[in-house]
């Protein structure tokens, strides 16, 4: 008998690439339970599979920075305090510090759908009952005929996972300029923001306020203090885009709406920004 459940979550974190650095991606999380009936002729019951199987995904993965454990560009350190990770890229140099739940090291030399799919099952198969012999999970980006971007982020203000300093998304745009979809634009937004970290103005700092790392003349360098902890990051400036406020997804339609009024003014706007699947902000000119 196999038991299954569509759409069950969604999965919101960062990851690095050797190629692409850090970029942010959004899964959605399908799910199989193969296995005989219990005494209650279920496989599982449906409450207990979102209690038990979506408890897990959110607490491995989702709003965490996922590192390839194996990859020989990846070095972690772990301490009482912080985990301190420097990483390797084509696109440059990157390193964090931040508290433990804040990173997932994932045995595996690229992180990916396949990489991430076995992490989970061999994680949380040990959790189901007897009866259930095999779990499988299908992870898939959202289906999408638009634009859309990556993007990582942390939101120091947030008081749950979304103040970790990298986590991020993957995110469709739609913008109207007078009254019409205007593919230009919705093309040239995705472009500019692929495979983006978008960090606030405020959380810029000098390298010498780094407690854990250092940086170089071509990084831009974050740290913040959140509830959960102390965070640092330093990414490459080419790989980055400093916005004068805070990155949620209500703070950036607006900040695109006003970058799109500062080109043409007569025009007027509206810009569909999502946050990963199926949520987001809508703002006007």
Known sequence: MILFVRDLTVIDFSYLCETRGMLGESYIADVELHGALDQ???????????????????????????????????????????NVLKF???????????PEQ???????????????????QDSIKPLLPTNVQKLVINLRPEASNGFYYHYSHGLKKH?????????????????????????????????????????????????????????????????????????????????????????????LADYIVAELKQQDNLKQYKVVAYEGVGKGAIAFS
């Open 88 to 98: 390797q890229s084509d696109r440059g140099f990157i390193q964090m510090a931040a």
């Open 159 to 251: 008081d749950g996972n979304c103040q970790r300093i990298a986590h991020g998304h993957r995110s469709t745009i739609q913008i109207y300029a007078d009254g019409m979809l205007s593919p230009r634009l919705n093309k040239y937004w995705s472009e500019r923001w692929q495979d983006i970290y978008l960090g606030t103005a405020e959380d810029c700092c000098a390298v010498n306020e780094l407690q854990y790392i250092t940086a170089g003349c071509d990084d831009y360098s974050f740290r913040y203090q959140a509830a959960q902890g102390w965070f640092e990051l330093t990414m490459p400036k080419t790989h980055c885009e400093i916005v004068p406020c805070d990155t949620t997804v209500e703070c």
């Open 40 to 82: 209650t002729s279920m496989v599982l019951d449906f409450g207990k599979v979102k209690k038990v199987i979506k408890q897990a995904i959110d607490q491995l993965v989702d709003h965490k920075l996922a590192v390839p454990a194996h990859s020989a560009a990846l070095s972690l350190q772990a301490t009482e305090q912080t």
């Open 102 to 120: 804040a990173v997932v090291a994932i045995p595996t030399k690229v992180i990916n759908e396949q990489s991430v799919t076995e992490f989970l």
